[in-house]
């Protein structure tokens, strides 16, 4: 924006600012966010509007699909991500901020710290005199009424006092433009994570505004959090902090940010199942043993946490975690039992327990509350039922909010005889007509739309109070109307810009500036659960593969006989049925294009064992235990297998279609191994990654050429040259042999050339010195035969096999000789896979149990 | 009155799993020590652990009872733990029933009116709401509701409705599990002593009045010439009524005898629910089956012999602990 020619320049943003705010309608039952009720731009809206005003509308479409595109590849959801169902939502973001200037929040900021500070000191309270109670300033019900009270936590005095680590509010405007505080978040809040991937993406949407406006940063929020909770470390000796995520795994509706927060916070992500306790102290089961675990950072639910005393039939917790914990051994943030304060009911006895507690007022009001288990309380609800929202007291309630004069009839009979009968367990709240700003229309060109807004706002412990972060996870609601916002009914998030009048921090969290003695070469702390699905990441990458190679073989081969059933055809099918990638075919039905024929089946349906679909189900699902080591294009990668799967699942595939499809997934499959070779660096966890792969191309190989050999029948002109194909050799065959294939080059290729990557020797010599490698490293001998049968194989007499005649393979000892030496082969390769999962793996399946005894 | 002689009691509660496999790692929690009381001493009490323990720790838990945990970080295939104490119990039973307060009155101090309440009301709402096993409909309230008429004292509505479920449910060990639910209880109208009691609660608290659960053994006597039997007994639970006035507040029933605990019950715990207290709770890793085989003797001291075989056994049992 240059002052050339002011005038002409007003003029046309006049017009076009009315453009923008064509359907944009203002209410006076709703604040404005951006703007006055005269209708003017608010002043710190104002530069932001005037850019939006001038982007060329086609340069805005391409800044909507940049969005798109970075949830997309980013995988950013909010749901599960390999979910059995197949259901996953991507995040929905409006790229327009919600600006807030620098004023404003720092009054807001300091509401959020103080409601901090304040529900700590009554979770300190609660879990241990009772003061609040005994002075009746809270309802026992409230507290011993919950089953978010966790009385084994009662008399625990948390590290530093700290029970509250994290703490999130979600807060919301009125009509006047005052902020109110909507609902308290103390369990384990969630959204920072999203708040902060939504910045990434905003602050590169709107690049210009972002450094003009001086947007407070977030990264100083972040750093707060990691030395709040490094500080309540119980280091001993030279003990470093040993700060770990736990989360409840892929199936928690915020894995991705569990995922995310790991890598940017650089705190291990680990399940239950990777901690242990022994005596009084907790760790981490890793490839070297145990290491001492100072700080859980839990994005799991308290009541989860400890099944021997706590909720006993989970498998996701710690046992025996309470115990470490009342030794004050570590730091549990949030504290267990902590979640009990996100109860509606409670808010309303919030003021009068600050000004107790501190001789303070609260700085930001709450929505008007009136908690049922107080006689005036519930007339008011009974007499104002219209007016107000109705939710559960306790958070471990399932039950939705009711707006009362949307419930009628019988439902509205039912729910009021429910709150008489037990008045406790309800909570009213006054409807609030949430303020409103501007998304931008994706239907229209260039138009505001006014959407409800609010915001949630977060705060971390540090050793100097409550940090809050400038900023937060803004959502509106998808509808003009919309009452709730709520991301799991299909709310979209905004970020959320506070400006600054000083200086604007420079820190970043993303290139830290470190010295040599911070340089990290191996991979410290690598989880025995990260080690053992990243095996099985290299196992089910290298079966989809082998499986995808036979089906395009077997397809292409069916598709050139115009879909009869030849010798070739025959042969290829009785092998894949040997191997398992193909179920037991029935014998004549006859195969039809577009029909649900076994081949097509064997691709596509997930529910069939041995399926390409179930293999690439089993693949993402241990890709998606070890997303936070996996990078972001290696990430891509896996998600675009993924929307290939679900897009064929709904779609009738032809058998050419599925050769397309086949193709598809094979170049996906290469750039995998792409990221695997070449991006990943060579620690412990890669090498278990490649050995996984190694011993499922071994095993493919070596029971292919075996069953191979062992067949009747094989006489066909074209067997050997789909057995070349099927392991991608046929144009090394071809560029050495100008002819025909026949069975001693081919085996020759196949078994015994130690420069082929897809021959037996090849993958059974690296395999061999990865374990000569772990004899090293790890002082570990795995005891395998794979070295002794490899020298026999080496010694084959090849000359044996020559003058071999086409098909009579069966009737020639010496290749039932080597046959028997490949299935050795392929047996030692099982031996080394159970040995490696005794000795280093968890056994994600081998779950703990509860015991009982009267 | 007549005078307070205390009765004394040997006890030894044994519990054996037999885990048919090695269990690698092992955590247990034990609520099997017994609780001080105004009318019960504690003689002497002894935890004995097969095999060794490579961890422990002795506490209390949040409602006051005696808590023990126990870790196994070695493979075991087994796992015995034996408690024996000596306790004296002295005569407590409650008169006057009729003179607690009534119902309503009590139900009303303990609602909430924020104005401080009384320290042992405030003690008492602890168990007066939901709990794990204790889930409250209204339904619960009405099947109690014709034992509490208007201005029933509270002792006299309890006892009514312990006699109500003694009368109308059937002592089934088949017919349940630890985890069948209160309303399931009542509408089979079948089960065991912890359902009596989860059962009995529920009502009290679904009518706004407090009740925990007791756990503990009881006396029972052999057929008349027969000997005592090792191991015949099993523990059992009851439930206690808030009665402000009464004793140390609150007062035990219990549902499955239809009587009023006096001396010939043994307490160890109080809580909530069973949840809070159950005698033996862990979790393993590995392991087949984890059937535990539960053994509890009690024997009057002054009345007779300790049953024949006991005294080996009790003296056999430290010293054959073996080091894993």
Redesign the interface.
Known sequence: MSGCEPALQNVNSGVMARTLLAIYPQSPRRFDEMLTSDGEVRPHWRKFFEHLDQVDPEEMRRRLEFVDRRIQENGVTYNVYADPSGADRPWALDPLPLIIPPEEWAKVSAAVAQRAKVLNAMLADLYGEQKLLADGLLPPSLVFGQHGFLWPCHGIKPIGGTWLHNYAVDLARSPDGKWWVIADRTQAPSGAGYALENRLVVSQVFPDMFRDLNVQHLADFFHDQQDGLAALAPVEGDEQPHIVLLTPGPYNETYFEHAYLSRYLGFPLVEGQDLTVRGDTLYLKTLHGLERVHVILRRQDDDYCDPLELRGASALGIPGLLNVIRAGRVTVANALGSGMLSSGAIMGFLPAICRKLFGEELLMPAVGTWWCGEKPALEYVKKNFDDLVIKPSYPTQRMDPVFGFELKGAARVDLLQRIEARPHAYVAQEMVNLSQGPTWSRSHERRLLARPVGLRAYAVATSSGYSVMPGGLARVATGAGTRIISMQRGGASKDAWVLTDGPVSAFTMLKPSLGVRDLVREGANLSSRVVENLFWLGRYSERFDDSARLLRVTLGRLVEAGGGRTPVVATILELGKQLGVLPKPEEDTPVVAGSDHILLEAIYDPKQPGSLASNIRSLLWSATHVRERLSLDHWHSLNRLQREQQAALKAHPTLTEAIAFLDRVLGVSSSLTGFAMDNMTRDDGWRFLIIGRNLERLSFLAKTISQFVRMPKTNAPGNLEWLLELSDSIITYRSRYSRLPELLPVLDLLVFDDSNPHGVVFQASMLSRYLERMARDLDDYSGSNLPDVLSRLRAFDLASLEDIPLGEYVNCPSCLELADLLIELDRSAVKISEWLGMRYFTHVGDVSRQTMAL | MMEKEPVRYHVVHQ?T?DYGGNVS?S?Q?LHLSPRILAWQRIVEQNIEVTPTP??R?D?D???GNPVT?I?F?VPHDSLRISSVMSVEVIPHLPENLETSMPWEELRDRLA??????E?ED?DA??F?????HVR?K?ELADYAADCFPPETPVLVGAEALMAKIFKEFKFDPEATT?STPVMEVLEKKRGVC?DFAHLMIACLRALGLSARYVSGYLLTRPPPGKPRLIGAD??HAWVSVYAPGFGDNWVDFDPTNNLLPNTEHITIAVG?DFG?I??????????GG?E?E?EVTVTPLDEEELPEGLEERLSTLPEEAEKP
């Open positions: 519990t799993y790692l955590q929690q490579t961890w720790r506490g838990d949040a409602f945990w870790a970080h909430y009116t924020a104005v401080p309440p320290p405030l709402t602890r007066l709401f939901e709990s794990a409250i209204h630890v912890q099993a523990s909530r809070d159950s005698p033996l709770r862990g979790i393993i890793l590995g392991g984890a535990p539960v």
